[in-house]
């Protein structure tokens, strides 16, 4: 399972609440249930279940490498010194697009951020 940040998390289920409310909308429009039948209504309400287990996860996990990086472009750093493959090549990733990491324009996948030192940089020195 991929690490994802508390904020992720809540707009995950906000988001997730709110579909589920308009496609119970729609279908009782559409007549396609009865909002006033119970076993349906049954299965529609197992959502909330979802949602507080969702809620449940745990967060305290750290986040690291590609993770990171993607979390610190999320919040609007420009650029990230990281370390790529497996000859460890240090490379300033500057944009994230379709799951995949550019430095000036050449793809990489899993960049592992990096402090000055060449040490990997933890969440909390990242500010996160």
Not at 26 to 39: A, G, R
Not at 74 to 98: P, W
């Amino acid at each position: 399972m991929s690490k994802i940040t508390k904020k992720q998390l809540q707009r995950d289920i906000y988001n997730l609440a709110t579909e589920l409310t308009n496609l119970k909308i729609e279908l009782s429009e559409n007549n396609v249930i009865d909002i006033n039948s119970k076993p349906q209504l049954k299965q529609l309400d197992q959502s909330d279940d979802i949602a507080k287990e969702l809620a449940e996860v745990d967060l305290s996990i750290e986040l690291t490498g590609s993770e990171l990086c993607r979390a610190m472009l999320e919040r609007g750093d420009n650029y990230i010194m990281c370390v790529v493959g497996t000859i460890k090549e240090v490379v300033i990733i500057d944009t994230v697009q379709d799951g995949c990491f550019y430095s000036k324009g050449v793809r990489y996948l899993n960049p592992k951020p990096i402090n000055n030192q060449g040490e990997p940089l933890t969440q909390a020195e990242a500010g996160l």
